[in-house]
């Protein structure tokens, strides 16, 4: 065989072989990157320019969501009528108006049976106690001391409502849109679609932690937009991103390099080739991210008194501690939006429709320390200001019980809290009803916690438009103002 031709033929082997593997392993995140650049090459649709729509508050986003249905009343917005009118129904209450079919709508009232055998709405009592915490007072439940001790950095709001009462509000939440209407994109696509990356070693969006509803984000945006799955595990961070066995670490660079002389071969014959131009920069994306992932989820560097801040040295908290400080590192080294997912099983950890006392005040303890623990690091490193921190959940829970001892879903009425870049801290905003049943006082559907965001942010949601695409007006949400400096 000809030597040249035996010569190109290797060439070509490899350089397929090289691509497979970048499309199944790490180059396929790093192509994520920027595929969005080469749909706006090839003309299909121009993405935003990257730059805030007006002055930014906040450079990136750390959303904390509970899976499963935190209980408001037993969390940020605690009521005392719950006992005492427990075990009353809900009609023998001076509050009987909440069951008024108008105002609950579709939402699923729990009853039990009373020794008659009659179904009855039985109100369920506080299942911890509750203190006043911070210069502003705040409520806060037994189960959140640690959170509470940061509570003047905080402006909780506890009017929050939603349409979808089972866990696909999960998506409702990220989305805007109720999990049986045509999915869209979630909220986390749209700030990486409207401001792209802020580094050139790591993905711009990442997830960590279980999502078991969509876990596509872009949608209609493309792939491009969708998180990147991230393993708190330095040995394996990601799937397929190490080299292939037996493959050194000289090896490998000296295939990208090969890979990349080809590449700009090509690159000479047909400047114009910005889509050939985008790739070339992927794989060295993809080239880099092989040591910084592995490198900012090794906490070694991190000293004792940190890890400690962060419950690291306790069994309970030593998981969700892991993750919390990894998200600050991301958060450090220019990833633009940082989800964790708590809350692990198909509908989450914190769905209890049984044993509320033993779930909730378990899986507070394992959350409340490595969050308190998260907002003072970013306060003593000066990044608390320019870094939005975000507590959620898809719905709260009833104020009567379900069974004996558990709280069933509940879409009317639940809290959320927001920290950080822009945020009045300090606050408390909206209310619900004596029982927590409605939202009462300046009511929110989930949208407007993304317009909040987006607006911290420097982006307008009006203006994140795709050709072909049509909005609702409720996908926009309104700007939170009253928690915002």
């Known amino acids: 065989m000809n030597t040249d031709l035996s010569f190109e033929l290797r060439q ?9 593997q970048l499309g199944t392993g ?21 993405p935003p320019d990257g730059l ?10 750390i959303w904390l969501f509970m899976r499963g249905g935190v ?18 129904s809900i009609d ?6 909440v069951l008024d079919p108008e105002k609950q709508k579709n939402v699923r009232v729990v009853v039990v049976n009373d020794a008659n055998g009659q179904q009855r709405n039985v109100i369920y009592p506080l299942q911890t106690g509750y203190k006043r915490y911070g210069q502003c007072g705040v409520e806060i439940s037994d189960w959140f001391p640690h959170i509470g001790s940061c509570a003047d950095e905080i402006a909780f709001v506890r009017s929050m409502w939603t349409t979808d009462n089972n866990h696909g509000a999960q998506v409702q ?26 580094t050139d070693d790591l993905p711009s969006f990442v997830n960590m932690g279980p999502r078991y509803f969509d876990t596509r984000d872009g949608h209609y945006l493309g792939p491009a937009f969708d998180a990147v799955n991230l393993k708190v595990d330095p040995k394996n961070p990601l799937s397929f991103a190490k080299p292939e066995a037996g493959t050194g670490h000289s090896e490998q660079a000296a295939q990208f ?9 090509t690159a000479e014959q047909y400047p114009g080739d910005r889509i050939l131009l985008a790739r070339m920069k992927s794989y060295d994306l993809a080239y880099r991210m092989q040591t910084a992932v592995p490198e900012t989820l090794d906490l070694d560097t991190e000293s004792e008194e940190t890890k400690r801040m962060y419950g690291l040295d306790q069994k309970e908290t030593e998981p969700f501690a892991r993750q919390l400080l990894v998200a600050r590192r991301l958060a450090e080294r220019g990833v633009r939006f940082i989800q964790l997912q708590h809350g692990d099983g198909a509908a989450g950890a914190w769905d209890s429709h049984s044993g509320l006392q033993k779930n909730h005040s378990r899986l507070a303890g394992e959350v409340d320390k490595p969050i308190s623990g998260l907002l003072k690091d970013l306060k003593q490193r000066g990044m608390l200001e320019e870094t939005l921190v ?36 300090g606050t408390i905003h909206g209310a619900s009803d004596e029982l927590g049943f409605h939202a009462t006082e300046h009511p929110h559907y989930v949208t407007d916690v993304h317009a909040t965001i987006l607006h911290l942010l420097g982006l307008n949601p009006h203006r994140l438009e795709v050709p072909g695409r049509k909005r609702l007006e409720r996908d926009f949400g309104k700007v939170i103002r009253e928690i915002i400096v």
């Open 12 to 20: 070509v082997q490899t350089r397929r072989r090289f691509l497979g």
């Open 26 to 46: 790490l180059g396929g995140v790093a192509l994520q990157a920027l595929l969005a650049r080469e749909a706006a090459a090839a003309g299909t649709w121009s």
């Open 52 to 61: 805030p729509m007006h002055a930014p508050k906040a450079k990136r986003v």
């Open 71 to 88: 209980s408001h009343m037993e969390s940020f917005d605690p009521k005392p009528m719950l006992n005492r009118y427990a075990g009353k």
């Open 92 to 97: 023998e209450t001076p509050f009987k108006e």
């Open 173 to 198: 939440f990220a989305s805007g849109r109720h999990m049986l209407e045509p999915r869209v994109p979630t909220l986390g696509a749209w700030v990486n679609y409207g401001l792209g990356s802020m």
């Open 257 to 265: 390099e090969m890979i990349h002389r080809l590449n700009r071969l």
């Open 390 to 425: 975000v507590f959620a959940t898809e719905f709260g829970r009833t104020p009567g019980s379900q069974g004996s001892d558990g709280r069933d879903h509940h879409p009317f009425a639940f809290s959320i809290w927001m920290a950080g870049g822009g945020i009045k801290g």
